[in-house]
């Protein structure tokens, strides 16, 4: 794997994912196996109950410099402040609205804060650390 890291200055085209956050393991940061009960992390074997499943970001873009056009995917906290909570926050949040308006997948991401993620970030210019 090449190791050279750079910055790269573009644009957001569009948003690849309607999933923002993920169950991720605490110890490797891994997207964590969910049951009703527990969480199992595949990559390092970490296990535990699923309600003390903590959640992380995860955007995932279509960016465009002057020449090129890349897919990228954003993790973590960096985008808490685009959000505005926790990533364990936005997740109670999607799951109480959810359940309330009798949504059956308690984990999408309701239709009003895709609209908002897509203003908040296309045709915006960042700076992404590669």
């Given at each position: 794997m090449n190791s050279v890291r750079g910055l790269l200055a573009a644009s957001v085209i569009s948003i690849q994912d309607s999933c923002f956050v993920y169950p991720a393991c605490q110890k490797c940061y891994s997207r964590l196996i969910l049951d009703s009960r527990r969480f199992n992390c595949l990559k390092c074997g970490c296990?535990?109950?699923?309600?003390?499943?903590?959640?992380?970001?995860?955007?995932?873009?279509?960016i465009a410099d002057t020449r090129d056009l890349f897919d990228i995917t954003v993790f973590g906290s960096c985008l808490?402040?685009?959000?505005?909570?926790?990533?364990?926050?936005?997740?109670?949040?999607?799951?109480?609205?959810?359940?309330?308006?009798?949504?059956?997948n308690t984990d999408a991401s309701p239709g009003v804060?895709?609209?908002?993620?897509?203003?908040?970030f296309i045709g915006r210019r960042f700076i992404f650390g590669v």
């Open positions: 296990t535990g109950e699923a309600k003390d499943a903590s959640y992380r970001y995860r955007l995932s873009l279509k808490d402040p685009f959000f505005g909570v926790t990533a364990e926050n936005l997740q109670r949040c999607i799951q109480d609205f959810n359940q309330l308006s009798g949504e059956i804060l895709v609209q908002a993620v897509e203003t908040c």
